[in-house]
């Protein structure tokens, strides 16, 4: 079975800094990774996602992640934010062999907050 | 196209009561999935259906049963309500298959039972 650790439960920055938030996951296969965000109140939405190809993804809202399979870490980051960044962000697995649905292991979630 | 939505957004029940979670998507997925989030402990999966006709139990079943009523439809029952399934619940749909991989979230039930 897969598992997935974030390892900052809080991370409190001032705007226009830079941010990064960790995550490793465990795997006895080969996997598909994903960062999602959830603004308060709101549901979960998909940040970006690595499948295979180029280590280093970009998503939506200027963030990008690297997946480093020897660390098996994927961790998110992003140059400069914004107070409307302010908002939980998830961290999760996908077996890349399962073919029934697209089950996912998420990580305990990482508050990120943005100060001015 | 609405996504997935969710009914009701907030319910209050008393302990041994039973209700419904109601979830439906207009994106033709075939696969769907229940979700509670607690503080602390992200989100961790209940039921999940991969195609219908079929569901399957998650990480932490206990207490809940589901109905996929048909492609659309995804529905969660809390039979005898307890204190400990205080949760946020989220629903959410994907395709089966192919390279997406990616789930949609509906907005979340807040269930409190007291």
């Known amino acids: 079975a897969q598992s997935v650790t974030q390892l900052d439960s809080q991370v409190p920055v001032f705007e226009e800094a830079p941010v990064e938030l960790r995550c490793n996951y465990s795997?006895?296969?080969?996997?598909?990774l994903f960062w999602y965000v959830q603004y308060p109140n709101q549901g979960l939405q998909l940040l970006l996602k690595?499948?295979?190809?180029?280590?280093l993804v970009k998503g939506i809202n200027g963030f990008e992640a690297e997946f480093n399979k020897s660390q098996t870490s994927f961790h998110l980051r992003k140059p400069s934010v914004h107070i409307s960044d302010t908002a939980e962000y998830f961290c999760?697995?996908?077996?890349?062999?399962?073919?029934?649905?697209?089950?996912?292991?998420f990580g305990e979630g990482t508050q990120l907050t943005v100060n001015p | 196209n609405a996504g997935v939505t969710q009914t009701p957004k907030f319910q209050v029940l008393k302990t041994g009561q039973s209700m419904t979670l109601q979830c439906a998507q207009d994106?033709?997925?075939?696969?769907m999935y229940w979700y509670r989030q607690d503080p602390g402990m992200g989100l961790r999966l209940i039921y999940y259906?991969?195609?219908?006709?079929?569901?399957d139990k998650g990480e932490v079943p206990n207490g809940y049963n589901v109905s996929r009523l048909n492609k659309r439809e995804f529905s969660l029952r809390l039979e005898s309500a307890a204190p400990s399934q205080t949760s946020v619940y989220f629903c959410?749909?994907?395709?089966?298959?192919?390279?997406?991989?990616?789930?949609?979230f509906g907005p979340g039930t807040r269930l409190t039972v007291t």
């Open positions: 959410a749909s994907s395709k089966t298959g192919g390279a997406s991989h990616e789930q949609y």
């Open positions: 795997s006895s296969v080969s996997v598909y």
């Open positions: 690595y499948l295979s190809g180029s280590t």
């Open positions: 999760a697995v996908r077996r890349g062999v399962e073919t029934s649905g697209s089950r996912l292991t």
């Open positions: 994106m033709n997925h075939n696969s």
């Open positions: 259906s991969a195609s219908e006709g079929t569901t």
